[in-house]
């Protein structure tokens, strides 16, 4: 049990990390609290992918004399860091459209909290 | 230049997207005119892409000359020419239509609408094309965002039911990427060739299921099968009438295309009977909820709910004719359900209103739009000489060949339940007695 603990501990904390984003979207009624649970979702899955990418003992692929080029085990793979830039570009873009759509939502009706939003846009 | 029809499709859209506000700055009306000639020269390359591929074999396209597992690959086969062809042909249509609709709707609003339809098609078009698992990821929030803020143009209550759109969307998209990365781990590629070769390996293996659960969850979010189909109905009532005819037939079909290729990549697996009862239960939720709508565009968004169940019930019965069934259905769909709602807006223009008890006198006010709306219904209903018969016949043959009688009872149930809540619209239209009291309403469209 404590080797589980120990080899996937990051995996653990990234569950909890899942499970706290999505409390926050559908438990809490401000859609302000609502998209910071999706960022954290977001961030979840970019962090899923990187720890994916490690490796005990491997350093970054960039060529290392004292390392040479004979084994490859002895790099991580950059695969998941670099399609993770482009995952983060798109969150901070999903992030830019749910500000906007909430600020037009305050200006529509004058509040952000969910009950009265779904009275009011009755 | 034929080599190269696979990039060409969701580049003309791109470069049109960038060349819309251009056009609209020397001019206000060039933006359409720029989108449609867009729509048109990509509806062209997808049908000469078909043909091609019809006649030799798939396209592979690979982008700078990357060879396949290392770069990314732009596959143009039969399925994903097909849809192409859907989707650029749904797509011409609504811009031929959009011009007076977009100008009573948001005058204000022209040239960002014509933007964010040519990005939102880029992305629609990349996600058919792309061989890549994680370039599809891409391609579907491209699209996705451009249709956050499509659907965000509309009345009052729109940026609310786009939110609500938004969040989901994203999570759905979260999850099919966390599927993307067990896949992943196990392959250790992100070609979906690649993947199909490697994947009878390691089938059995815990992140390979895990990964296809992922996927089928986020896909199944992205495309409103029925317990995730929260968010359609409303985003699909307050948005302005043009972007609801653009999203409504090709946006949720795309999302059916991303779970029949991770399907065909997993060689259909026997777990996946689970989404046929999903998909039979929302074909009737969806069936029951439309009847209950007394908005025009709320019922035929419940009614797309219901739909979306028919493909995936034909994607996941897993034979030759419940699939052909399917993709007959996607085709079909698309068609029946832009002419209902580009109808739905021509009505909400013309009428001042949507509730349906107020359509009387409808075939006096407009009789062409109401030949086509009477066309199209008998379609979804399924009435032999029109398209959405043979769809449903090819279901239900489909179901009869995996022996499930069940779904063969679902599919006819459900025609019935079409019939009512359309029957409903023709009766209030033709016969009842249209006077000057029950008159359209004066009121101009709000």
Known sequence: ?????????????????????????????????????????????????????????????IYDSAVGVGNPDLYINPLPHTLMLTAIVVAVVTLGVSLALIIAIYRNFGTLEEPLLMERTK | MNAHIPLLIPLTFLFMALLVPLAGMLNRHLAHL?????AVIAFYFSLVGLSIVMDQ???????????????????????????????????LFVLIYSRRSVEIEMPDKT?????????????????????????????????????????????KRAPFSAFRYLT????????????????????????????????????????AATGLALIILGAGLKMALFPMHAWLPDAYTNASSAATSLIAPIGTKVAAYIMIRVLIIYDFPPVIEVLSW???????????????????????????????GYIALGITLANPLAFIGAMLHILNHALMKAVLFLAAGGVSNKMGTLDITKLRGLPKQMPF??????????????????????????????????????????????????????????????????????GPSEKAFE
């Open chain 2, 111 to 155: 040239i960002p609408f014509y933007s964010l339809t040519m990005l939102m098609l880029t992305g629609l078009t990349g996600m058919v094309i792309t061989g890549d698992l994680f370039n599809l990821y891409v391609f579907l929030e491209i699209s996705a965002l451009a249709g956050y803020a499509l659907i965000a143009i509309g009345d």
């Open chain 2, 57 to 91: 074999g798939p396209i592979h396209y690979h982008l700078a000359g990357w060879q396949p597992p290392l770069g990314i690959e732009f596959v143009l086969d039969p399925l994903s020419g097909f849809l192409e062809v859907i989707i650029t042909g749904t797509a």
């Open chain 2, 369 to 438: 739009t109401t030949a086509a709306v009477l066309i199209a219904v008998f379609s979804m209903v399924g009435i032999p000489p029109t398209g959405g018969f043979f769809s449903k016949v090819y279901l239900i043959f489909g179901a009869i060949e995996s022996e499930t009688w069940f779904f063969v009872g679902v599919i006819l149930l459900s025609t019935l339940l079409n019939f009512v809540y359309f029957f409903r619209v023709i009766d209030i239209s033709f016969f009842k007695p249209y006077g000057t009291k029950n």
């Open chain 2, 168 to 207: 989901l969307g994203t999570v759905g998209a979260a999850f099919y990427l966390l599927g993307v990365a067990f896949l992943f781990m196990i392959t250790g590629t992100l070609n979906m060739a690649d993947i199909s070769k490697v994947i009878p390996l390691v089938k059995d293996t815990l992140p």
């Open chain 1, 1 to 61: 049990m404590l080797e589980i603990i120990q080899g996937y501990y990051a995996y653990f904390f990234l569950i909890l990390l899942f499970i706290i984003g999505l409390y926050g979207m559908m438990i809490k009624r401000n859609l302000m609290k609502k998209v910071i649970g999706m960022s954290i979702i977001q961030s979840t899955v970019i962090l899923f992918w990187i720890v994916s990418a490690f490796k005990e003992g491997a350093t970054v692929t």
């Open chain 2, 278 to 308: 999903i998909a039979a239960v929302g074909i009737i939720a969806g069936s029951i909820l439309a009847i209950a709508q007394t908005n025009l565009k709320r019922m035929l968004a419940y009614s797309s709910v219901a739909n979306i």
């Open chain 2, 34 to 38: 720029v989108a449609l000639a867009g």
